[in-house]
Structure formats: structure tokens, C-alpha cells
């Protein structure tokens, strides 16, 4: 079974801090994508990978293809960064998206 | 606006109702999908559609819901019969397909069912 999992569920962290989000998944996946969802619902995509790192301003999401892992930085956070992260795997074979459970990202001034 | 649009926000019905959603997709892609969202959870997959032909439904698509993409644009979402746990945000997402795997989402129909 396909599956994506999210650690941890809540994070509560002081302005400034870096903050790591995780996520794991099955194998067999050909691209990996982070999501931001913000109160009210709309999702943006913050990044899309299948190997290696990107970077784009604070955040940098990487991937280890033979730890079935992959992590969601963010350096020097700030408050506006609070919002629930999700991972998505889109497996081969298929065109869906599978999501992990969201990480809510609270950060405290 | 050049984004993946959704109407209405949110809609607020009583069960036994009939509502209908609709999706406009970024205007050159090909791929249309919906999924469903409920309160703590990630998105799930419901359908998806590669111009106006339906390729993929969930088991969670029960024969209450029916989405269609008559010319390969715009997509409706319709959910017959509507029950509380339908109760839901429901997203619309498309990507340019042809090997792009990127999905750009709309903001979402919240539903109620009262």
C-alpha cells in the first residue's frame, strides 16, 4: 500500500528557530512534493523533487531516495511562516497524490 | 488571474440536498483532478481527468458523486443525496501533464452539511 507519513503533527517553535519537518514514505515514488495550506484552505506548492535538494529563499526541502525520507527546512522562521506543511508522493503508475497528514507549524513571536 | 479558480468558497446546504461545484483549471492543462479534505486530515484523492475523459475514481466516489469535464476545461464536481460526512473541503487541482507532475491547486469549496 502506498502511504506517506508526517513527523511531527504539531510544532510550536520561538521566531528564529529552524524547524525541520519530516516525512517517509513506500517505495516507489517519482516525484515528492511539499505543500503549504494556510487557514481557509488554499494550498501552495512550495516545492516538487525526486533527488538531491532545493532551495528557494528559507526553505530547502531534501530527499534520500534509498532512506524513503525526506525533510522541509526552514531557517530563521517568523510567524508568518505558521501554517500546516504537507508532504505529497505521486507514485508510478499513478496520478494521484498521496498526502501525508500535515505538520501544523505554529511559530511564536 | 491565471491560478486554478473553484465556486463557490463555501457552500453551506441541508442534508438531502443536491450541490454542485466547479473547478477552472489553469487554462493550457490538460489534467484536472478533485480531491477531498476533511478537518485534521490531508487531501484525498476523489477523480481525475485528462482533458474530458474520467481515467481514475476513487472508492471513495460513491454513486452519490458524479464530476464531469464535458470539453475538457472547466470540471463540475456533483454531490447528490448530500449527507454530514460529506462535510468536507474539496480541491481541485491541474498540472500541465505530458510528463509534468506539478499540481497547482485551487483555494477549495468548503462544504457544510447541516
Known amino acids: 500500500k502506498n502511504e506517506v507519513e508526517q513527523s511531527p503533527q504539531n510544532l510550536t517553535a520561538q521566531e528564529g528557530e529552524f524547524i525541520t519537518i519530516n516525512c517517509s514514505y513506500s517505495?516507489?515514488?517519482?516525484?515528492l512534493h511539499w505543500l503549504q495550506q494556510h487557514p481557509g484552505g488554499g494550498i501552495v506548492s512550495l516545492f516538487m523533487?525526486?533527488?538531491g535538494k532545493k532551495k528557494h529563499g528559507r526553505l530547502i526541502a531534501t530527499i534520500n531516495i534509498q532512506e524513503k525520507h525526506s525533510s522541509l527546512h526552514i531557517t530563521a522562521s517568523h510567524p508568518r511562516d505558521s501554517a500546516v506543511y504537507i508532504c505529497?508522493?505521486?507514485?508510478?503508475?499513478?496520478?494521484?497524490?498521496?498526502f501525508g497528514t500535515g505538520t501544523r507549524l505554529t511559530i511564536i513571536p | 488571474d491565471t491560478g486554478v479558480s473553484q465556486n463557490p468558497r463555501h457552500k453551506i446546504t441541508k442534508r438531502g440536498q443536491n450541490v454542485t461545484f466547479r473547478c477552472d483549471p489553469i487554462?493550457?492543462?490538460?489534467?484536472l483532478y478533485w480531491y477531498r479534505q476533511t478537518l485534521g486530515q490531508g487531501p484525498e484523492f476523489l477523480t481525475y481527468?485528462?482533458?474530458?475523459?474520467?481515467?481514475?475514481k476513487s472508492r471513495l466516489l460513491s454513486d452519490r458523486f458524479s464530476a464531469e469535464r464535458p470539453k475538457g476545461s472547466f470540471s463540475t464536481l456533483e454531490i447528490q443525496r448530500t449527507e454530514q460526512g460529506d462535510s468536507a473541503m474539496y480541491l481541485c487541482?491541474?498540472?500541465?501533464?505530458?510528463?509534468?507532475?506539478?499540481?497547482?491547486f485551487g483555494p477549495g469549496t468548503r462544504l457544510t452539511v447541516l
Open positions: 487554462s493550457e492543462h490538460n489534467r
Open positions: 487541482a491541474s498540472s500541465l501533464g505530458q510528463g509534468s507532475t506539478e499540481q497547482f
Open positions: 517505495v516507489g515514488i517519482s516525484a
Open positions: 481527468f485528462q482533458n474530458e475523459a474520467q481515467l481514475e
Open positions: 523533487l525526486s533527488s
Open positions: 505529497a508522493a505521486k507514485y508510478f503508475g499513478n496520478e494521484k497524490l498521496t
